[in-house]
């Protein structure tokens, strides 16, 4: 399983950025898939995460800016990032394994495999 991010790059404050995850190299319907971040300095934080049984997590301090969805067949996984705030600059993940809830997938189970190499998100104020 391969999981390729792309998407990342600098923005102001209040603007947005989406970020695209492509996971390929196996069937995804009993995959969930996340989102984490780590700035620098700082430990790594879920971000967002959608469930193999669809549901859907957010960390606190991007509910209402950020969107979490899957596209073509469930296999790319997309970020939308809008009002963006100069504290969501960091190196952003994808991450993928099976049969977790969003909630699970935040926590950072050992059953959550598959990881991509990170996309860095710079926001200026």
């Known amino acids: 399983v391969q999981v390729v991010e792309s998407g990342g790059g600098s923005a102001q404050a209040g603007g947005s950025l989406r970020l695209s995850c492509t996971v390929s190299g196996d069937t995804h319907s009993t995959f969930s898939m996340a989102w984490f971040r780590r700035a620098p300095g700082k430990e790594r934080e879920g971000v967002a995460a959608?469930?193999?049984?669809?549901?859907?997590a957010y960390t606190d301090s991007v509910k209402g800016r950020f969107t979490i969805s899957q596209d073509n067949g469930k296999n790319t996984l997309s970020l939308q990032m809008n009002s963006l705030k100069p504290d969501d600059t960091a190196m952003y993940y994808c991450a993928a394994g099976r049969y977790l809830t969003a909630i699970q997938t935040l926590s950072v189970p050992p059953q959550l495999r598959y990881w991509g190499q990170g996309t860095q998100v710079t926001v200026s104020s």
């Open positions: 959608l469930g193999y049984d669809g549901t859907i």
